[in-house]
């Protein structure tokens, strides 16, 4: 449905089709509209101008647009009702516009769109023959006037109003924010109508020049303003979206081993974990260096889900000890319920959280220096976690925290764990709509943390209680048998 296989590309998507889905029911719930003909024109001007915006830059063989052209022609002359195919092509744009018709009006506007599209489809084609002369019939279309929407010219007033139509993650909202603001910055002007296809071309070689990773460039920066320019078009705030056509090349990288931890270099993690930490380490950070790599290699969670537990995170649900993952935290704002494996209680984690009063299992907010609501506290202690395992020799050819996720459904495919359930405790959006139903039951998914093996790395014999007879457990001299 959302056509597109990028993850970043479908969050996009996604938030736009909700919004688009709620202003439909907006207009379901106003009734039908009658337009007049002025009106219909106006609309038919807005599908002329998004759909000639939508091809000029590339508009591909001629042949296409000719063929098309013609079609297009004999489908005017058979007004007032054109083909079906362009009726469906019709009430699509009225959804996407909130947009519900009386039946003398909608057959207007098909009308009015079918000539409008023909019209477009001559103007690509002499695109496609190398003419790009403005069309003289242009002018013809009035400005859509939509009732009922307020006009805003403001670039960070359209992020927060699609943000909020959309039901974007207080994660996103705060990760797109200020790259917003940059994007002022660099128009010059809180502006819409200032921002343009050449000063977003800058933009982009800009940033890459600064030297962001084209990835990040892509899937953050150019994301955030395709989306909300994307938005304010659909709000006719602006005729075109600047941003719709800008691409940044993204070179594929080359895999030269294993995504996850092997299990030299995840007993190499754990075992440094258990040293004693600087006199001068603060009690969090050396909690985070002990308990955070052994969660996430019993969980497979996301670093900064960790990262960012309260004591009130880990409890008990149904008798069974549970970390609660706040869906603030998560990529796919839905909270979560994990297990917490036995090997973690006998070293001692519930102890410690419970000693621990009410305040962040991981990072002391009275020491936060910097944080902001674009990079926490706690997301800083994954920053710093990363940079003491790479100190410990971990190569760079993998990620020093997303490492245990990779290495987790690794482990998990090797004991035999249930797809479905895995996916859920590693918080993975469902395949499809059937995955969405039904609610993971914390006596369900323990059942399948259970199946994970072990890692023996030599505890201290007061943090290493007798484990459960037939117990799998990773040792080094098992490595052909439970991983690498």
Same mark, same amino acid.
């Given at each position: 449905?959302?056509?597109?296989?990028?993850?970043?590309?479908?969050?996009?998507?996604?938030?736009?089709?909700?919004?688009?889905?709620?202003?439909?029911?907006?207009?379901?719930?106003?009734?039908?509209?009658?337009?007049?003909?002025?009106?219909?024109?106006?609309?038919?001007?807005?599908?002329?101008?998004?759909?000639?915006?939508?091809?000029?830059?590339?508009? %591909?063989?001629?042949?296409?647009?000719?063929?098309?052209?013609?079609?297009?022609?004999?489908?005017?002359? =058979?007004?007032?009702?054109?083909? *079906?195919?362009?009726?469906?092509?019709?009430?699509?744009?009225?959804?996407?516009?909130?947009?519900?018709?009386?039946?003398?009006?909608?057959?207007?506007?098909?009308?009015?769109?079918?000539?409008?599209?023909?019209?477009?489809?001559?103007?690509?084609?002499?695109?496609?023959?190398?003419?790009?002369?403005?069309?003289?019939?242009?002018?013809?279309?009035?400005?859509?006037?939509?009732?009922?929407?307020?006009?805003?010219?403001?670039?960070?007033?359209?992020?927060?109003?699609?943000?909020?139509?959309?039901?974007?993650?207080?994660?996103?909202?705060?990760?797109?924010?200020?790259?917003?603001?940059?994007?002022?910055?660099?128009?010059?002007?809180?502006?819409?109508?200032?921002?343009? =296809?050449?000063?977003?071309?800058?933009?982009?070689?800009?940033?890459?020049?600064?030297?962001?990773?084209?990835?990040?460039?892509?899937?953050?920066?150019?994301?955030?303003?395709?989306?909300?320019?994307?938005?304010?078009?659909?709000?006719?705030?602006? /005729?075109?979206?600047?941003?719709?056509?800008?691409?940044?090349?993204?070179?594929?990288?080359?895999?030269?081993?294993?995504?996850?931890?092997?299990?030299?270099?995840?007993?190499?993690?754990?075992?440094?974990?258990?040293?004693?930490?600087?006199? /001068?380490?603060?009690?969090?950070?050396?909690?985070?260096?002990?308990?955070?790599?052994?969660?996430?290699?019993?969980?497979?969670?996301?670093?900064?889900?960790?990262?960012?537990?309260?004591?009130?995170?880990?409890?008990?649900?149904?008798?069974?000890?549970?970390?609660?993952?706040?869906?603030?935290?998560?990529?796919?704002?839905?909270?979560?319920?994990?297990?917490?494996?036995?090997?973690?209680?006998?070293?001692?984690?519930?102890?410690?959280?419970?000693?621990?009063?009410?305040?962040?299992?991981?990072?002391?907010?009275?020491?936060?220096?910097?944080?902001?609501?674009?990079?926490?506290?706690?997301?800083?202690?994954?920053?710093?976690?990363?940079?003491?395992?790479?100190?410990?020799?971990?190569?760079?050819?993998?990620?020093?925290?997303?490492?245990?996720?990779?290495?987790?459904?690794?482990?998990?495919?090797?004991?035999?764990?249930?797809?479905?359930?895995?996916?859920?405790?590693? %918080?993975?959006?469902?395949?499809?709509?059937?995955?969405?139903?039904?609610?993971?039951?914390?006596?369900?998914?323990?059942?399948?943390?259970?199946?994970?093996?072990?890692?023996?790395? %030599?505890?201290?014999?007061?943090?290493?209680? /007798?484990?459960?007879?037939?117990?799998?457990?990773?040792? *080094?001299?098992?490595?052909?048998?439970?991983?690498?």
């Amino acid at each position: 449905m959302l056509q597109t296989r990028d993850p970043e590309e479908a969050k996009i998507r996604h938030a736009l089709k909700a919004a688009e889905v709620r202003r439909r029911w907006s207009g379901l719930k106003e009734g039908p509209r009658s337009l007049s003909q002025k009106d219909a024109i106006a609309l038919a001007g807005k599908f002329y101008r998004e759909m000639v915006a939508r091809h000029e830059e590339n508009p %591909g063989p001629a042949r296409r647009w000719e063929r098309q052209w013609r079609q297009g022609e004999m489908e005017v002359r =058979r007004a007032p009702r054109p083909w *079906p195919t362009r009726r469906t092509l019709v009430g699509r744009f009225l959804t996407r516009e909130g947009l519900v018709l009386d039946k003398d009006s909608f057959d207007r506007v098909a009308l009015a769109i079918a000539k409008a599209s023909t019209q477009a489809e001559e103007h690509l084609l002499r695109n496609a023959n190398d003419d790009y002369s403005p069309d003289p019939q242009a002018a013809r279309f009035p400005e859509w006037q939509s009732a009922a929407k307020p006009q805003v010219t403001s670039i960070i007033a359209a992020f927060k109003a699609y943000a909020k139509e959309a039901e974007l993650g207080t994660r996103t909202v705060k990760k797109w924010g200020p790259i917003i603001d940059r994007l002022v910055v660099h128009v010059g002007r809180d502006d819409l109508s200032a921002v343009t =296809r050449t000063k977003m071309i800058d933009w982009k070689n800009e940033l890459l020049a600064q030297g962001l990773s084209s990835r990040s460039v892509r899937d953050g920066y150019i994301a955030a303003a395709k989306a909300t320019l994307e938005y304010a078009l659909g709000q006719d705030w602006i /005729k075109t979206n600047p941003a719709a056509s800008i691409k940044v090349r993204v070179k594929k990288k080359a895999r030269t081993r294993e995504k996850g931890f092997t299990l030299a270099e995840a007993t190499t993690i754990l075992k440094a974990t258990l040293a004693k930490p600087p006199a /001068k380490m603060t009690r969090e950070t050396a909690a985070a260096r002990r308990w955070i790599p052994w969660i996430c290699a019993y969980t497979g969670a996301r670093v900064n889900e960790i990262t960012s537990l309260l004591p009130d995170d880990v409890r008990t649900l149904a008798g069974i000890k549970v970390f609660r993952i706040r869906a603030e935290n998560t990529k796919t704002d839905e909270y979560r319920i994990v297990p917490i494996h036995d090997h973690l209680i006998e070293q001692g984690l519930w102890d410690y959280v419970k000693s621990h009063g009410s305040r962040p299992l991981f990072y002391d907010p009275a020491r936060s220096r910097g944080g902001t609501d674009a990079n926490p506290h706690w997301q800083k202690v994954g920053e710093r976690l990363a940079e003491w395992i790479r100190k410990l020799g971990i190569p760079k050819g993998v990620q020093p925290n997303h490492g245990w996720r990779h290495r987790f459904s690794s482990a998990a495919m090797d004991a035999g764990m249930d797809e479905r359930i895995q996916n859920i405790i590693q %918080g993975h959006a469902p395949a499809n709509e059937a995955r969405a139903y039904g609610d993971l039951w914390p006596q369900t998914a323990r059942r399948e943390i259970q199946k994970l093996p072990r890692y023996e790395v %030599g505890l201290p014999k007061e943090l290493s209680r /007798k484990s459960v007879s037939g117990t799998r457990s990773f040792t *080094p001299n098992r490595v052909s048998k439970l991983g690498r």
